[in-house]
């Protein structure tokens, strides 16, 4: 219900077609922002009441020369009660400025000027909670998905070590461990 709910509290809502590149995605919602930072957040994802004022701080401080921030990622793995956690920090929050837009089909990194913007952001200790892997049912829909936007990026990057290192990432997590280590 995402996008009632964000219609009810005011937000300014647009849709579009999903085209299987991420990228392209995020890149149109950019073209719709308006503010000054634009945090990249996904409908499995929370950020709560605390990091959203830790968030309000950061930004108001910020020195002019950053460009973006990484925050720490937390997906419940398994299951919502299994209590066990991954984390991983990527840079979600970064200013609205021109030459900065997203950059590859699948788990798509933020650039300025083809120069990823990731090792060049500081960590923050703000998180936001990613529920997604939780539902092993949706997983599966998830890493299918995933399969099919990374065999295209790969097939028409066939030089491209970034593309072809998804493709095995993928072949991984759905289990199909000799295509893996074809690629790797």
Do not use: C
């Not at 995605?25 to 950019?30: C, E, G, H, S, T």
């Not at 990527?90 to 990823?116: C, N, T």
């Not at 909670?129 to 099919?148: M, S, V």
């Amino acid at each position: 219900e995402t996008i009632e709910i964000a219609r009810r509290v005011g937000a300014r809502v647009f849709e579009a077609p999903w085209e299987g590149d991420f990228s392209k995605a995020r890149n149109r919602a950019l073209e719709q922002a308006t503010g000054d930072w634009i945090l990249s957040i996904d409908a499995d994802e929370r950020l709560d009441y605390v990091n959203g004022g830790r968030l309000l701080r950061l930004i108001g401080e910020a020195p002019e020369e950053i460009d973006a921030y990484q925050l720490r990622i937390v997906s419940a793995a398994d299951s919502a009660n299994s209590g066990v956690e991954l984390v991983h920090f990527y840079p979600r929050l970064f200013r609205r400025r021109p030459g900065i837009r997203f950059h590859g089909a699948l788990h798509e990194q933020i650039h300025r000027d083809d120069v990823p913007l990731g090792p060049l952001a500081p960590k923050t200790p703000l998180s936001i909670y990613h529920l997604g892997y939780a539902d092993p049912e949706k997983n599966q829909i998830r890493l299918q998905r995933n399969h099919d936007i990374a065999m295209g990026e790969a097939s028409s990057l066939q030089d491209n070590p970034s593309a072809r290192l998804k493709l095995a990432d993928t072949y991984v997590m759905i289990g199909r461990l000799d295509q893996a280590e074809a690629i790797y």
